[in-house]
């Protein structure tokens, strides 16, 4: 059940185009969500808190006051729960032969004659029957109790201290009591616990922070998908820049995943999920540095100077000598991701400015080179790592403007796919061969993950563990 309302709770629900994001939870993970449901429900009860219960016996001589308090559950059990799809509605949940052992207190009051004790109550097979309702209220997402039915099969209480003896003759008029107290809370506090869950979903963001930049939509596009095997959830899925809120020049894609009966969830995003980022921080002007010389290691052959450039734009050398040089690179266009089969294509658009720095520290734009270069790549999820590694495809190196005249590029975009290849993809691969931890969200993890790369998206198969439930296990 927490599992459940987890899944739900992290999305809310419009309408737009196409998804970047779906998820589908299968039957498998419905019924491990069942078996956490399981502890789940147990660690509630044990903290439940019951009401006073007050009333008056008539033992014909006067009535008898009594009150028991102090209810605590000690105990509880089941031999079943489960749920269930069902299609086109939401999800049903059943619980059957639950056994609670309650203790607490007992007070009697007749005339000025006071008496109390404790006592021990055992109510057993209870049976809960429940079916909630998934779909769309104003936008957003809504769950409701659409039906709830509860039968107890019985109650059997045992006092002591005091004249406990007295109250044997009454024990059917407390077990009675209790059993009715017990029924007509259940179904009412479910609705309850399902009210305050909708009231939430109503309140929830359309929208998470990501960074100081960037914000990812998570609103609905469709009512959630259920059928008798699964429940679909597509989501917008698109970033915006914070500072400068835009659609991107690109839409999204219609794309179907196939869930794996064999994992919990399945998890897919689109090209137009990663490639929103980029627009985004494109669109948020942070895909850009300066780098100055004393930002390259002073082992590295080649630094940011006139001297050295010097050797492939002779005029350099005669215009500002041996004079220190700083670069503005930028991406020029939006960096793009595609995926087919197994394989991520990357493509980077990019521009350098180059100028010199004068001794008070201006600068004299010198020229700009646009660099247009593609990659290629692969994914995998290792130890609950997202793991990858890259290989450059092909690198172009054009002179874009130029304030000191004509020069060729040949030596230079041969040095830069050198460097490129030497320094820049070896650390890049190490730092992916780490990989990233998968994310832990409200003590939920992913295990038994296994990432595909299809044409148009890539989809997670995973399973989900509870954090609290190993525990309790364990």
Request: negative net charge; glycine residues 6%.
């Amino acid at each position: 059940m927490q599992l459940v309302i987890f899944f739900l709770m992290i999305l809310t629900h419009t309408y737009a185009d196409y998804p970047a994001l779906k998820a589908v939870l299968s039957e498998k993970g419905l019924r491990d969500v069942s078996q956490m449901m399981a502890v789940w429900i147990q660690n509630k009860l044990k903290s439940t808190e019951f009401p006073e219960v007050r009333g008056g016996v008539d033992i014909g001589i006067g009535t008898v006051n009594y009150v028991i308090s102090n209810m605590q559950v000690v105990q509880c059990s089941m031999s079943g729960q489960s749920m269930e799809f069902e299609q086109g509605t939401g999800v049903s949940v059943e619980v059957s032969q639950l056994s609670l052992a309650i203790t607490g207190s007992w007070a009697t009051q007749f005339g000025i004659i006071h008496d109390g004790g404790s006592f021990d109550l055992a109510v057993y097979n209870i049976n809960i029957n429940t079916l909630l309702g998934l779909g769309d209220e104003a936008g957003r997402l809504s769950i409701t109790t659409i039906s709830c039915s509860d039968d107890i099969g019985g109650v059997h209480i045992q006092f002591h201290g005091g004249a406990s003896f007295f109250f044997e003759p009454f024990v059917s008029t407390f077990q009675g009591k209790i059993s009715e107290m017990i029924h007509v809370r259940i179904c009412p506090a479910i609705q309850q616990a399902i009210s305050k869950l909708e009231m939430n979903l109503q309140k929830m963001p359309v929208s998470i922070p990501v960074d100081q930049y960037i914000y990812l939509s998570i609103l609905f596009t469709s009512s959630p998908a259920v059928t008798d095997r699964s429940i679909e959830l597509d989501i917008k899925g698109e970033f915006y820049s914070k500072s400068f809120p835009s659609e991107p020049p690109f839409s999204a894609s219609a794309f179907d995943i196939k869930y794996a009966e064999n994992y919990m969830l399945s998890l897919a995003a689109s090209e137009f999920f990663v490639n929103s980022a980029a627009y985004a921080y494109l669109s948020s002007e942070v895909l850009q540095i300066n780098i100055t010389d004393n930002m390259i290691p002073k082992s590295f052959p080649f630094h940011l100077n006139t001297s050295q450039f010097g050797v492939f734009i002779p005029q350099l050398r005669t215009l500002y000598p041996n004079m220190e040089m700083q670069v503005l690179l930028y991406a020029s266009k939006t960096p793009l991701f595609s995926f087919s089969s197994g394989v991520i294509d990357f493509q980077l658009p990019a521009a350098a400015k180059f100028s010199v720095v004068k001794p008070d520290g201006t600068l004299v734009p010198l020229f700009r080179l646009d660099v247009d270069s593609s990659f290629s790549g692969s994914a995998l999820i290792d130890n609950k790592h997202l793991t990858g590694v890259f290989k450059m495809k092909n690198l172009t190196l054009t002179v874009g403007s130029s304030e000191i005249g004509d020069f060729k590029t040949a030596m230079l975009e041969q040095m830069l796919v050198i460097a490129v290849n030497r320094f820049v993809l070896p650390k890049l691969n190490d730092y992916l061969k780490t990989g990233f931890l998968l994310p832990t969200l409200h003590n939920f993890s992913l295990i038994n993950s296994k990432l595909l790369i299809k044409n148009g998206f890539v989809v997670i198969f995973t399973d989900v563990e509870d954090s609290w439930t190993v525990s309790v296990k364990t």
